[in-house]
């Protein structure tokens, strides 16, 4: 059990805003923060690493108290067993991957475990790189390989896949999915991506000016807990053609392209690039095996 | 033909005085980058002094408190056998604060130019202050700590009141090449005081040419 609980008063562009926080997360479950900017998304993930202090409250990870306002315990990001990987990534620029990676070991670590990470990552043909030579999203397999060698309780990922396209993304999503079960780990995750979401989180917390607004499973949440579809996807709308009185919708689905009809009303909220559910519930599907 | 000895002790102080910086400074710039505190710009300001104040007052003052006669200087005679007036050791002590700011604002401000997350970075990688400095910080300012060394022996080596106040013009002891420079032109003996500019102007030109060149990325270029 990860039981998060603390009160913080941040300085935030519209003047000072209270964050407050009281949730407890499974072990082994990928939690989502959602919330637009400034919602203290970054703020909370500094504070569970013991890189900013709340004010009150107190942090449980696992049974072991890294924070307690009380009981003045507050472990310095060194004793928490934490791995975060940042919205910069963070990655030392003197050293090559290979340098970044072993940087991250503890004394009786030995560096199979970094053998190991290099090759479920993808990582061998880049093990001399500096990061400046390395892509964007390249870094970003650095940073999480980095992030993991001390086989944290928690890992902590800010908005990690924001910088990548679509091919990159759908492949680095595999590879923390790869990790969180091979290791059982506990993974708190900001994003606003609506697929990336529902594609990796179990759970998901909203916040709204530094307050939990909502929590539950990320799909009622998207379907404001409405639609009890058995059959659901997210996409993005690419485009929209009449015919006759009827629109052919084009949605990107994952990397399909998906044509759906839709009539009019269905039609005018909808503008290209918005992000929608397609659901249905009406008809049998067929499984074919490939 | 000229004497030598005032250039090599020129040279014999700046490196010394140099070699000392870096070691004070690495840990004040330190702190000045990380620091919080209320007296930080106190302290910042105190490092600056020796940029504006006239090198004279920074002599005077050293000449009076190091005086074997009274107070600080009796008690450094007498404990640690130090005389720091008229002597080399003096004059290495006086140069470290006067060239005090030229190693600290480099470094500081190499330091404060990294992104704060390579530090954060290192903490949450469970590795300490110490260690995040040594192996992270440092290694990725190198051009700051370069310019440090390069302008802190440069301007050593173009000190004069300082030196003139507190060292005095004892041959191969305090005579350094600026007060050699002054020391033939006041007997007219024109001729020598060239040679020692002339020397000067080269080497200083030399030194910092190779901040530039380096700094620059020139080397790297020529070489790939």
Not at chain 1, 109 to 137: C, F, H, M, W, Y
Not at chain 1, 177 to 189: K, P, T
Not at chain 2, 193 to 208: D, E, K, M, P, R
Request: aromatic share 8%; charged share 20%; proline share 4%.
């Amino acid at each position: 059990m990860i039981k998060l609980k603390f009160q913080k008063l941040l300085s935030a562009p519209k003047g000072e805003m209270n964050l407050d926080l009281d949730i407890v997360i499974k072990e082994g479950s990928v939690t989502n923060l959602f919330g637009s900017s400034g919602a203290g998304k970054t703020s909370i993930l500094r504070m569970i690493a013991g890189l900013m202090m709340p004010d009150t409250g107190r942090i449980i990870v696992k049974g072991k108290t890294w924070f307690d306002a009380e009981k003045h315990i507050n472990l310095p990001p060194q004793e928490r067993r934490v791995g975060l990987v940042f919205q910069d990534f963070a990655l030392f620029p003197n050293m090559t991957v290979r340098q970044n990676l072993d940087y991250a070991l503890v004394r009786n670590q030995t560096i199979k475990v970094i053998d190991e990470l290099i090759e479920i990552i993808a990582l061998g043909d880049l093990q001399n790189r500096k990061p400046d030579t390395l892509s964007g999203g390249q870094r970003q397999r650095v940073a999480l390989a980095r992030a993991l060698v001390q086989q944290p309780d928690i890992l902590l990922l800010d908005e990690p896949l924001s910088a990548l396209d679509q091919k990159m993304r759908t492949e680095l999503q595999s590879h923390i999915m790869n990790m969180h079960r091979r290791y059982g780990l506990s993974i708190i995750l900001v994003s606003h991506d609506v697929s990336e979401i529902l594609k990796m989180a179990d759970e998901m917390i909203v916040l709204k000016e530094g307050n939990v607004t909502d929590k539950g499973r990320p799909a009622d949440i998207f379907t404001n807990r409405k639609v009890s579809g058995k059959f659901q996807f997210t996409g993005e709308v690419i485009s929209m053609e009449r015919e006759g009185f009827l629109y052919i919708i084009s949605i990107l689905i994952a990397n399909d392209l998906v044509k759906v009809i839709a009539d009019e009303d269905e039609v005018k909220n909808l503008v290209i690039g918005d992000k929608v559910m397609v659901a249905s519930k009406a008809f049998n599907p067929i499984i074919k095996k490939l | 033909m000229i004497d030598w000895d005032p250039l090599i002790l020129t040279f014999e102080l700046a490196s010394v005085t140099t070699f000392i910086l870096l070691f004070i400074s690495v840990p004040l710039a330190y702190w000045l980058s990380e620091s919080k505190s209320r007296i930080k710009p106190v302290i910042e300001t105190i490092v600056s002094m020796p940029l504006v104040l006239p090198p004279t007052v920074l002599g005077f003052y050293l000449l009076l408190a190091f005086s074997p006669g009274d107070g600080l200087g009796q008690w450094l005679d007498e404990y640690l056998g130090l005389r720091l007036v008229f002597s080399f050791e003096g004059l290495v002590f006086a140069s470290i604060l006067y060239s005090l700011p030229f190693m600290v604002h480099p470094i500081q401000s190499g330091l404060s130019s990294l992104s704060g997350t390579l530090k954060e970075a290192s903490y949450v990688l469970g590795k300490s202050k110490f260690h995040t400095l040594m192996k992270v910080l440092l290694p990725n300012i190198k051009p700051s700590i370069l310019t440090g060394i390069i302008l802190s022996f440069a301007h050593t080596i173009g000190e004069f009141g300082v030196v003139l106040m507190i060292g005095g013009n004892m041959p191969g002891k305090t005579k350094v090449a600026s007060i050699a420079i002054y020391d033939e032109v006041e007997s007219l003996n024109y001729s020598a005081a060239n040679t020692y500019s002339l020397i000067l102007i080269f080497f200083c030109f030399i030194i910092l040419l190779l901040v530039y060149v380096i700094n620059g990325g020139y080397l790297k270029k020529f070489w790939q």
